[in-house]
């Protein structure tokens, strides 16, 4: 996919730096950020996203059917940028209260020098925070309560899941090491949806009237 291998593939995304550049071979798999709706492109990764003993985790927290509706691989090269602090549901159009829940699987050692996640345990229960557009869609570095964050180192095969409210973030990758993960996004069968403008109603800083 990376390799342009399936021209109708568009979900690769570049780090800020290379975009823009006709890139190839290497220099273009060294340049990639991330990898978008990746899953019904190769059998390979099916298997996966199905997963019976996952499906079963994730039943249990949603008490409902859990449906897949967003797949990331997240390859973070040596000096790729950060991921600020945000919550998921900021993403999505779907109404205050649906269990939406992030599957991060390590494929690379991921730790504290090539920029693996943070969180901040329990935050999930704190409702909607003003997210901007800042270097990203983000929390507001100074609300974001750094004395609680945790660092979660990840070993290959490593898995973590967490609520879509939860506060969470990866900061830049300054080794010379990759550090990649497939993310996935389930929500309840029976999830309704809201329309962006309600989104931001709850998550719109500026929105809001909140300054940042």
């Given at each position: 996919l990376i390799d342009g291998k399936q021209p109708e593939f568009r979900g690769v995304q570049?780090?800020?730096?290379?975009?823009?550049?006709?890139?190839t071979g290497a220099a273009r798999r060294k340049a990639v950020r991330k990898l978008m709706k990746f899953v019904d492109w190769d059998v390979r990764f099916q298997p996966?996203?199905?997963?019976?003993?996952?499906?079963?985790?994730?039943?249990?927290?949603?008490?409902?059917?859990p449906v897949l509706f967003q797949e990331m691989a997240l390859l973070k090269p040596p000096g790729g940028r950060e991921k600020p602090w945000h919550q998921d549901c900021a993403y999505f159009n779907y109404p205050l209260g649906t269990t939406i829940i992030g599957v991060w699987i390590a494929l690379d050692h991921a730790d504290a020098n090539n920029g693996c996640l943070h969180i901040l345990p329990g935050t999930?229960?704190?409702g909607p925070v003003n997210h901007f557009k800042r270097r990203d869609w983000q929390i507001?570095?100074?609300d974001v309560q750094t004395k609680r964050?945790?660092?979660?180192?990840?070993?290959?095969?490593?898995c973590l899941l967490w609520h879509g409210m939860t506060h969470h973030g990866s900061p830049?990758?300054?080794?010379?090491?990759?550090r990649r993960a497939l993310q996935l996004h389930y929500r309840p069968a029976n999830a309704g949806q809201i329309d962006t403008d309600e989104r931001m109603?709850?998550?719109?800083?500026?929105?809001r009237g909140a300054e940042c």
């Open positions: 570049l780090e800020v730096s290379a975009q823009g550049q006709k890139l996966l996203a199905t997963d019976p003993e996952l499906l079963d985790v994730l039943a249990r927290l949603m008490d409902d059917t999930h229960r704190e507001c570095d100074t964050d945790v660092v979660v180192p990840l070993a290959p095969g490593g830049t990758n300054p080794s010379k090491k990759m109603q709850h998550f719109g800083g500026e929105v």
